[in-house]
């Protein structure tokens, strides 16, 4: 940590997931638990039949659906046949991993809206930049700047870690106030999940047991109640 510190909050209990294996670990699990997968497949249109959703177009193909559940994130209102109005809009932000010396971060650091993440075994993440909304999806250099000098900020010592790659993402945010999980008013059998911002992996596990619960007919998770359409 940066010896200009004053002070310092420690979340004992703070934990970290890598993105990338926690996703193929989903989709691993849900295949063997009898789901159909369609990697790359696209959702590009849908058809109502009065209050419901009849078909989804996947790629080229139709399919007829009991629910469906809306997590495009901040696609959300652009499907066509769908686009509900849910307030959702997109933020671009990037990010830089770095390669990290043994042991030398454990925990996250944070401070304002920069953040170093350990990934172990050897690697550090660095996010995340806020930027004008929009789909543009591109790293740039102001947007690498703005890492390095949180980098400098945080844990001046990262700055000098080998960069290995940098991305970029485009987050959903509902401006009015988010997460936005629940069923959708004028549709019957539409679920949507979406707004969740900078927190979709932190939420994630909620999000599930909500989505689950609004499935199965049962009553969501306390914790969701203000985030249900009114």
């Not at 849900?30 to 058809?47: D, F, Y």
């Not at 139709?62 to 209102?77: E, I, K």
């Not at 066509?80 to 991993?97: K, W």
Request: glycine share 10%.
């Amino acid at each position: 940590m940066t010896p200009a510190a004053l002070g310092a909050a420690r979340f004992a209990g703070d934990a970290t997931v890598h993105s990338g294996r926690l996703v193929a670990a989903l989709a691993a699990a849900a295949w063997k638990r009898g789901a159909v997968l369609v990697p790359g497949g696209e959702v590009h249109a849908a058809v109502r039949a009065g209050d419901r959703v009849a078909r989804v177009r996947i790629t080229d193909t139709w399919v007829a659906p009991g629910t469906v559940v809306l997590a495009a994130g901040a696609w959300t209102p652009r499907i066509a046949g769908l686009a509900p109005d849910v307030g959702v809009v997109p933020v671009p932000g990037q990010m830089l991993a770095l390669a990290m010396p043994p042991a030398a971060l454990r925990h996250v650091v944070m401070h304002a809206d920069g953040c170093l993440t350990p990934q172990p075994p050897d690697e550090a993440w660095c996010g995340g930049t806020v930027e004008p909304q929009g789909f543009a999806r591109a790293v740039t250099a102001t947007g690498v700047a703005t890492l390095l000098a949180d980098l400098a900020r945080i844990v001046p010592e990262a700055a000098g870690w080998p960069i290995r790659r940098l991305w970029a993402g485009i987050r959903p945010c509902a401006p009015a106030g988010g997460p936005l999980v629940g069923r959708e008013p004028s549709l019957e059998n539409l679920i949507v999940a979406s707004g969740h911002y900078r927190n979709g992996i932190l939420l994630a596990p909620i999000a599930a047991e909500t989505v689950a619960a609004l499935v199965a007919g049962t009553p969501p998770p306390p914790e969701a109640i203000p985030f249900l359409p009114a």
